[in-house]
């Protein structure tokens, strides 16, 4: 057994499940720099959950999204003594370095990430500025861990740093995978969830799922989500004599309800130009779901074979094609659902993940 300090920016629900697993095998201690009220993104209600005795937000200062100072974080970090310090919480925050300079001083471990980076990774601003900060100012992590292939390739052959390993942010998905098979149906139900932001394109998926009600009636779509363009997809639905009856927007009260969203749904979609992780991805695999996504959301490039358990779209003509595939070819939604259905009991468990933190702690 180890003490693990794990130092993240906003208490999300996924992360604090993961950790009261890692609890049940070594000592932990997580640590919050900041509150949902002033994350950098816009979260919603149902994010604010009671936190586990092992949990704390610190009291901090100068707070700017995650940019802040927590006076109080040396104390705790020496109060608890861990031998490893997890670093989750943003390179620029201020107590990302406090945490990481009590380390080295007190020849302690330390793993950063899991890292994601955004679109703009290869402009030549933010190269140089990340080789400086993950060769230079971070240079004493022991292993950088990255939340997916793109960004693994990026730390090791963009930035050239050796010490990096694959590690997800993960859920649990225990609820998702006693979801059934999905099998041949008269209506086949479409899903997106997810953020509701420029980059997801949900827009240019109502307007495909438009052109397919005008030819098949028995389908739906359920929209899940937040965002700022939430409202202009509502409009937008509501103003099309097509779309209104066919789309529905469900707002959940609480974290365990999304569960019940994905098992009353058939497909996933996911149109997004870039997305860096997207737990939607996993979620829809656990739970045995056929998938339509894009190959810049990058949990799709771990999970999905294009034609073998899902889709891959590249344009609007490939996602009208793809929905309609699940709309006229009878047996393919099982089919996709039974490949994801056992990719998910094989690799979407916490003791698999638990399995590769071992691996990693190990090879520290």
């Not at 700017?64 to 670093?87: M, T, V």
């Not at 020849?107 to 980076?117: A, C, Q, T």
């Not at 927007?249 to 996933?268: A, G, K, R, Y």
Request: charged share 25%; glycine share 6%.
């Amino acid at each position: 057994m180890m003490k693990i300090l794990f130092l993240s920016n906003i208490p999300s629900p996924y992360q604090i499940k993961w950790t009261n697993k890692v609890k049940e095998e070594h000592e932990t201690c997580v640590l919050f720099v900041n509150d949902i009220e002033n994350s950098l993104s816009e979260r919603p209600s149902y994010w604010n959950i009671d936190l586990p005795k092992n949990c704390k937000i610190l009291p901090s200062y100068f707070r700017k999204s995650e940019f802040c100072y927590c006076p109080s974080l040396k104390k705790e970090i020496g109060e608890f003594n861990p031998e490893i310090i997890f670093i989750g919480s943003a390179w620029y925050s201020i107590s990302s370095y406090q945490a990481y300079r009590w380390a080295k001083r007190n020849n302690k471990k330390i793993l950063m990430g899991p890292l994601e980076f955004g679109q703009d990774m290869f402009s030549i601003f933010k190269k140089i500025r990340n080789i400086f900060i993950y060769r230079y100012l971070y240079r004493g992590v022991n292993i950088f861990l990255a939340n997916a292939f793109i960004h693994f390739d990026y730390l090791k052959f963009g930035l050239g740093i050796d010490n990096v390993e694959i590690f997800m942010n993960f859920d649990d998905y225990k609820p998702y995978l006693s979801h059934k098979i999905r099998e041949k149906k008269e209506e086949v139900k479409f899903l997106y969830g997810g953020s509701i932001d420029r980059r997801m394109r949900v827009p240019e998926l109502l307007d495909c799922f438009e052109k397919i009600v005008k030819i098949h009636k028995n389908t739906s779509l359920i929209i899940g989500g937040y965002g700022p363009e939430k409202e202009l997809c509502i409009e937008k639905v509501s103003s099309s004599s097509l779309l209104c009856n066919k789309v529905e927007f469900w707002d959940v009260e609480t974290w365990e309800e999304i569960t019940n969203v994905f098992e009353s749904c058939d497909v996933l979609i996911n149109y997004a130009s870039y997305s860096p992780g997207s737990g939607v991805i996993l979620s829809s695999v656990a739970s045995g779901m056929g998938i339509i996504s894009t190959n810049s959301i990058q949990a799709t490039r771990h999970f999905v074979i294009d034609g073998y358990n899902g889709f891959l779209v590249d344009s609007d003509s490939s996602l009208y094609d793809s929905i309609n595939s699940y709309l006229i070819e009878g047996d393919l939604l099982e089919t996709h659902s039974s490949i994801n259905k056992d990719i998910g009991l094989k690799l979407l468990t916490f003791n698999s993940h638990l399995s590769e933190l071992k691996r990693i702690l190990n090879n520290i």
